[in-house]
């Protein structure tokens, strides 16, 4: 089954190639020639992973590849911090403009508040000649008082899941992939693949 993530993160495209069973050939944007910026114009995460997606089918068609693959699946992803009223949610990616800032402003916004809970949550939109569906993945822990870490990407070095002592961004990458919001999508998406016999 060849299916096309509508994303040129590289680090995304990583870890979801990483938590894909065999079988399941995942492209990127760069890969199928699609070098546009899609504007995420909705309002939650599943507006904005399925607009993602249907802009993606509409090209490959327009650009008659959509027979070329089995399907296009986009993510969206935003942490909600509980202090914060559930900010900075679906605008998590640009919230102080790059990932350093974001972090940076996280840190700023929760100083001397007790309660650092939050939580990553991703939305998955997969569409196929037969099928459009959401699935979804939450992840609960906290924000750290500072950054900890050089891996991963994003919040990674200031959240700590649940369960464990130590950021994402300290944590190996299998531990991570196996417990994230994102794995936890993937695995959800992969249930529904599994209708497709791949």
């Known amino acids: 089954m060849k299916l096309v ?73 935003g942490l909600e911090i509980d202090a914060l009223g559930g900010q900075p949610g679906v605008y998590s990616a640009r919230w102080a403009g790059s990932a350093e800032a974001n972090r940076k402003k996280a840190l700023r916004e929760l100083e001397g508040k007790d309660n650092r809970n939050c939580h990553f949550k991703t939305v998955i939109t997969l569409i196929t000649n037969n099928l459009t569906t959401q699935v979804e993945g939450v992840v609960r822990g906290w924000i750290a008082t500072e950054e900890y870490g050089e891996g991963g990407f994003g919040y990674d070095p200031v959240f700590i899941p649940e369960g464990y002592d130590k950021t994402f961004g300290e944590l190996p990458a299998e531990v991570k992939n196996s417990v994230s919001h994102r794995a936890r999508a993937i695995a959800n998406l992969v249930e529904v693949l599994k209708m497709y016999d791949y």
């Open 5 to 77: 993530f509508a994303s040129n993160n590289a680090h995304k495209l990583c870890e979801v190639r990483a938590m894909m069973p065999a079988g399941i050939e995942v492209q990127s944007l760069h890969e199928i020639g699609f070098e546009h910026e899609i504007d995420e114009t909705g309002t939650t995460l599943a507006e904005n992973s399925k607009i993602k997606a249907e802009t993606i089918v509409e090209w490959l068609k327009t650009n008659h590849k959509w027979a070329t693959v089995d399907g296009v699946f986009a993510d969206d992803t």
